[in-house]
């Protein structure tokens, strides 16, 4: 049958902005940063958008993409994983896991013609009509993962392209899920200031030299600054007398909302006026103040077993080294921000029986309710419970999840040999206090939600074991 073309369709931009909230925005736009936001909501609308039940990157911008919840396209998590009689293997979600269409090849089947920048998953991308760059991709795979292929030289040609810059750099990344030292700190915000003008200047390039019905680009450096920054951004955290440092600092954040506000106002100055705009995020974001071990708790509800090595549980919270033959539910990373229930489909498989499942799942989710924080004051003195909210669904490799967002200011941690609950120590531990950074949202009941960030695992797992190589990237 043949597409409707959309001929008609009025000229669309859309600003990503990654983890953005009113909380650290309204502030910046009463004291008269941010002027070219300030002016949009003027004639504008605003709204909190709801995020997904578990407020994450991949999985909320995949949701903006697809207009589908997790449980029906796929992406639960950065990672998907495969528990093969060898071991577990995990790797990086990318575009062949969305199980749904996304609205780039929708607008292009329709005719339309799509810029599509730094949004995450898009790797390797689909073949629409239009441009894609990915984002959250290594440098090294973005050559052959831009469209059209010879796009890539033509960025390459622009003053200034840095292929190093725009893309993802998992040593640097690993920065935004730990304490940063003071002493980097400028440097990080830095950085982020230089990301996005490189960002900016391929969009701006693209609407001038390959104009689209639809462009959307996505700022990344919002989340990125929020999660080791916030103490710098949240009014409620600035100090009194505020040290050298955190006038610096406090300086340097808001250098970058004002250049940032500054790509919106030009972008949406080179749309047009009759051009309709959108600004979204995938997320909220607030403080952290308790870390909840959850593979800890799965252990002691006898659900997840630890290798053991001379008797000895490993030193680090190594979701690898979990004893898969008597594991049915673990999470596997922080940045889950769930658990997966492993389900047993033939006699034999290692996993909640299938005719068990929603049983399982459902006693789990009313377990992690039940759960008492025992220090009320570290609850955040509003209430002493822990509520979680469900998501279902499968991944393309079959996965059932469970996933559970708990109440604010609490982060899921898959580290090991902690306390089930404890405050955020500061220090050694990356989900500290002083990061006071996690993604939150709000459920469809109206409560607020946080998401979960413990980078002990990624750090030693999933980069260790994600090979793109492998899967032809
Ligand atoms: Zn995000």
Not at 30 to 36: A, D, E, F, K, T
Not at 365 to 380: I, M, T, V
Not at 422 to 437: E, K, V
Request: aromatic share 8%.
């Amino acid at each position: 049958m043949p597409q409707p073309k959309v001929t008609s369709m009025q000229r669309t931009l859309l600003i990503g902005l990654d983890g953005a909230t009113f909380k650290v925005l309204d502030p910046l736009i009463s004291q008269g940063q941010l002027p070219h936001l300030a002016e949009l909501l003027s004639r504008g609308v605003r709204a909190e958008l709801l995020s997904t039940p578990h407020p994450l990157t991949p999985p909320a911008w995949t949701t903006l993409m697809t207009g589908r919840l997790p449980g029906n396209h796929g992406i639960f998590d950065f990672l998907r994983s495969e528990i093969r009689p060898g071991g577990a293997f995990f790797t990086l979600n990318d575009f062949r896991d969305i199980r749904c269409e996304t609205i780039w090849s929708i607008v292009s089947r329709a005719g339309g013609q799509i810029t599509s920048l730094n949004f995450p998953l898009m790797a390797p991308p689909p073949k629409i009509n239009g441009s894609i760059v990915p984002g959250l991709l290594s440098w090294r795979h973005l050559r052959r993962n831009v469209h059209p292929p010879e796009l890539y030289d033509e960025l390459k040609s622009l003053p200034g392209f840095s292929a190093n810059e725009i893309s993802w750099d998992f040593e640097h990344e690993k920065k935004a899920m730990q304490i940063i030292a003071d002493d980097e700190l400028e440097s990080w915000v830095r950085f982020h200031v230089v990301r996005e003008k490189h960002w900016f200047d391929i969009t701006k390039h693209l609407m001038r030299n390959r104009p689209a019905d639809l462009t959307a680009v996505m700022f990344d450096g919002v989340d990125k600054l929020q999660h080791s920054c916030w103490r710098f951004l949240d009014e409620a955290y600035l100090s009194e007398n505020p040290s050298p440092l955190e006038q610096t600092m406090r300086e340097l954040c808001l250098t970058y909302f004002r250049e940032l506000d500054g790509f919106i106002g030009d972008l949406v100055t080179l749309a047009g006026d009759d051009a309709r705009v959108f600004i979204a995020s995938d997320h909220g974001f607030g403080p952290t103040e308790t870390v909840l071990r959850i593979n800890k708790w799965l252990e002691s509800l006898g659900h997840l077993k630890w290798q053991t090595v001379d008797d000895q549980k490993p030193k680090a919270g190594h979701f690898v080294a979990l004893d898969w033959e008597r594991t049915i539910a673990y999470a596997p990373s922080g940045a889950t921000n769930g658990i997966h229930i492993r389900v047993a489909r033939q006699p034999g498989e290692v996993g909640v029986p299938i005719e068990e499942y929603s049983q399982f799942r459902d006693r789990l989710g009313e377990q992690l309710r039940e759960l008492k924080h025992p220090d009320r004051r570290a609850a955040g003195k509003r209430s002493d419970d822990l509520r979680a909210s469900l998501s279902r669904g499968r991944t393309r490799s079959g996965t059932r999840s469970y996933v559970g967002a708990v109440r604010p200011r609490v982060l899921l941690g898959a580290r090991l040999r902690t306390d089930d609950l404890a405050a955020p120590s500061s220090g050694g531990d990356p989900c500290s206090g002083r990061n006071l950074c996690c993604p939150w949202t709000r459920n469809s009941s109206g409560q607020d939600v946080a998401a979960t960030i413990d980078s002990g695992c990624c750090r030693h797992a999933v980069i260790q074991s994600w090979s793109p190589d492998s899967r032809g990237l």
